[in-house]
């Protein structure tokens, strides 16, 4: 049986350095289609957090415990979307000498 593989964050190098706090706690990378929670506000990716509600018998926040049961417990997050969609990136071949 071939499982799906799960999208995870963005593992792209940054021009500039990404603000940390911002990273998505399940995954640690910077966070594809961001989503925040409402407990505290948190980032993640919208499929780490879709991946730890279908695997978890208690869907709880990663950072403050906080019960994530229900619905509208987390939202797309269109401010770090934009922010994200605006830093530059560099090539993946940058290490062979590309310049972009």
């Known amino acids: ?5 799960i999208i995870r964050g ?7 350095k990404f603000p940390e706090s911002f990273t998505c706690l ?6 594809r289609e961001a989503h925040q929670v409402i407990c505290c506000g948190k980032i993640y990716c ?3 957090l879709d991946e ?5 018998d208690y869907f709880n926040c990663p950072n ?12 797309p997050d269109k ?9 530059a990136i560099y090539c993946n071949n940058k290490d062979n000498g590309c310049k972009w």
Do not use: Q
Request: with cysteine; hydrophobic share 30%; aromatic share 12%.
């Open 52 to 56: 730890l509600k279908r695997k978890s």
């Open 1 to 5: 049986m071939n499982k799906k593989e």
């Open 26 to 31: 399940i995954c640690t990378l910077v966070p």
């Open 79 to 87: 401010n770090m979307i934009t922010m994200i969609d605006n830093f």
């Open 46 to 48: 919208k499929n780490c």
């Open 64 to 75: 403050c415990r906080s019960s994530l049961e229900g619905e509208h417990t987390y939202f």
């Open 10 to 16: 963005f593992d792209y190098r940054f021009v500039e």
